[in-house]
């Protein structure tokens, strides 16, 4: 089995910051890329940031100049700065990993997601 265990949620104050990590384990023959979804109440899941292997990187707009992520490869691991938060990214953060597993079987993975307030 694969699990993905995401840390560093909490409750922070409107312009404070946060640090996100998941770290991907199990029957993984490779993670060809890792990512960051939220999903606020009464909203539809919608990604926040991506990154694959090789490095290269997408933001959701309203996410730019203030989020950054970053992996190790050989931990299996990708974080989330988060900087500049707002009320409005109040939502529970999911990681998500592509993975191929050691029979070849490709596949999306999820995490159980940490909940991230924002509010004074």
């Known amino acids: 089995q ?10 922070v104050q409107p312009g404070g910051s946060l640090r996100l ?10 993670i060809n890329a890792m990512g960051w979804y939220r999903q606020a109440p009464g909203k539809q899941r919608e990604l926040v940031a991506t990154i694959t292997s090789g490095g290269s990187t997408n933001y959701a ?4 100049g203030r989020f950054t992520i970053s992996r190790d ?6 974080y989330l700065q988060m900087n500049s938060l707002k009320p409005e990214d109040t939502a529970v953060y ?7 597993r050691p029979t070849g079987f490709r596949a999306d993975y999820w995490g159980q997601g940490t909940q991230v307030t924002v509010s004074s």
């Open 73 to 78: 490869n050989a931990k299996n691991t990708v």
């Open 21 to 30: 990590s998941c770290v991907a384990s199990g029957s993984i023959f490779s």
């Open 94 to 100: 999911y990681c998500n990993a592509v993975v191929t």
């Open 61 to 64: 707009d309203s996410v730019k």
């Open 2 to 11: 694969v699990q993905l265990v995401e840390s560093g949620g909490g409750l």
